[in-house]
């Protein structure tokens, strides 16, 4: 079922705190050698070369931090001194790693902590690889699989919403709400397995196929009600992509500018002047979104002998980053003579959220005779569609109206919800839950037919558990945890 793992027996070593200056840097120590370690490269009290009591535990202590050197040289009170600092002394279990730690809080910058660093590696520490603190915190139980995830989502968090979502998840969210499933599963395979044990004796009974069938069925559901928020994890962890699309000079860089708040996009009277995506992170209401300006949309097919290539580039990936939208605005000009058309383009068609498009008049300020009060032409008018929002990036007239359209078509996919359950679901999250969701929908095929026996259904019913069991880790391969692992940075 899972490969067994590996535990490394170094004692790894990195900093914890970004590059970079700052009042302080930290860097962790972990591993069966981690007070050894320490030992060499720090005299402080319970530290190096003092009384040989060692430190008090998870009590911090001011030191001398120094090159390691051998013991003729330390007598002489020669110390080669990198800096003065504070060193946290966490034996195992009760630490992150669940190993034995030492966190060294130096002075911030580049240079000391690369000290600080180094002269632990001479004393025989091993660099940690990306993810390698959160990866032992893991394997010794500290955290399960998903928890691990949100260590890292709260690290990338993009948004205010995205971190309480994260850390709501590493405080267990995810893990209730997959044990309500994977409990009454679990109960059923137990008792699957005791009927199978006593299947000599005549009065133990099989567990009826009514009952099966009742345990499959709220476990579907269960499943159902979690892959219903995987949409609101994706729009956490990396925001909400809403994109601008229109003809040519429809207005599209003038609203950008004004959803994002400064001019970011070059706006000029002449058409075509956005050629490449321009992209801007916009936080808002504690969220993300992340807006896209593109290049105007229109029939380039007619153009010959390599007159609007630039052009035409710039409409493929318009289109691309239309597929990838969660939220696409279709901009037409109100003041526009006959009317523009909307352009009509498939949204989100690459997205894993229910993607969703919203119509938007622009320069109503110029919108005058031959228009009805919503500055509408009469082709622009499309009764399914319901009313556009009008807005003028002149006057600013409609932007507010616009951000309140974007926020209500925002609330339908359930971020808050996500949050306060703390449910962030990745695409391997979601992945494991689809195919539990298939074999479930298997296995209650099966009792639509003539009951199959027990031993089956336990078969089955193990199977579909290993499979719940890889979200939090419970069932895992080597594999698994390198993608998990890969995406966090050094030090953590
Ligand atoms: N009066 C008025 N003019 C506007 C408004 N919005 C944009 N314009 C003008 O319309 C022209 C085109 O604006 P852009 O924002 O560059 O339009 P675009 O859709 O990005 O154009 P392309 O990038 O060329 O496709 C510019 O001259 C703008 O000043 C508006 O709300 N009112
Ligand atoms: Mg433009």
Redesign the pocket.
């Known amino acids: 079922m899972s490969d067994p793992i590996e535990m490394s027996q170094d004692t790894v070593v990195a900093r914890a705190t970004p590059e970079g200056e700052g009042g302080l840097a930290v860097v962790r120590l972990s591993g069966p050698e981690a007070m050894a370690i320490a030992a060499r490269v720090f005299r402080g009290p319970g530290f190096g070369g003092g009384s040989g009591a060692g430190p008090v535990a998870r009590r911090a202590v001011y030191g001398i931090f120094h090159e390691p050197i051998d013991a003729q040289v330390v007598e002489d009170g020669a110390l080669a001194v990198i800096d003065e600092i504070l060193a946290l002394p966490l034996p195992g279990p009760h630490s992150y790693t669940g190993e034995d730690t030492v966190e060294f809080f130096c002075h911030g910058g580049r240079q000391v902590a690369a000290l600080v660093v180094r002269a632990c590696q001479a004393a025989g520490a091993v660099a940690a690889p990306p993810g390698e603190f959160t990866r032992r915190a893991f394997l010794n139980g500290r955290l399960t699989l998903d928890q691990a995830e949100a260590v890292a989502d709260l690290i990338q968090a993009g948004s205010e919403q995205a971190a309480r979502a994260a850390v709501a998840q590493l405080r267990g969210g995810l893990d209730a709400e997959l044990g309500a499933v994977e409990w009454p599963l679990l109960d059923l395979l137990v008792r699957l397995e005791g009927s199978l044990e006593f299947s000599d004796d005549d009065d133990t009974a099989a567990v009826p196929a009514a009952e099966v069938r009742l345990t499959l069925e709220e476990a579907r559901d269960g499943i159902e009600t979690l892959l219903a928020l995987a949409p609101a994890g994706r729009l956490l962890r990396e925001g909400i992509h809403v994109v601008l699309a ?1 003809a ?8 950008f500018n004004r959803l994002v708040g400064g001019e970011r ?10 050629r490449d995506i321009v992209t801007a992170p916009v936080r808002r209401g504690g969220r993300l979104y992340v807006l896209h ?1 593109t ?2 949309l229109r029939d380039t097919s007619h153009l010959v002998d390599g007159a609007g290539r630039v052009e035409t580039m710039g409409i493929a990936r318009t289109k691309e980053t239309v597929a990838q939208a969660d939220l696409v605005l279709l ?1 037409a000009e109100a003041g526009a003579a006959g009317g523009q058309a909307w352009p009509e383009l498939a949204a989100g068609e690459a997205s894993m959220a229910p993607a969703a498009t919203l119509r938007v008049l ?5 919108a005058g005779g031959g228009r009805d009060r919503t500055g509408l032409a009469p082709a622009q008018v499309d009764e399914k569609a319901g009313k556009p929002i009008a ?5 600013g007239a409609g932007v507010d109206d616009l951000w309140a359209a974007i926020e209500r078509q925002v609330e339908a996919w359930r971020l808050d919800e996500a949050v306060s359950l703390g449910v962030v679901l990745n695409e391997r999250h979601r992945q494991r839950l689809l195919e539990c969701r298939d074999e479930l929908t298997q296995m209650l095929a099966l009792y639509e037919g003539a009951t199959p026996g027990d031993e089956v259904a336990g078969t089955l019913l193990a199977s579909l558990l290993a499979r719940l069991g890889e979200i939090s880790g419970r069932v895992f391969t080597e594999q698994m945890l390198d993608g998990v692992f890969r995406r966090f940075c050094v030090g953590k």
């Open positions: 229109g040519p000079n429809a207005g599209k860089s003038s609203l996009a070059l706006v000029d009277a002449e058409p075509g002047t956005t300006d290049a105007g901009l622009t320069k109503m300020d110029l807005t003028s990036s002149l006057t």
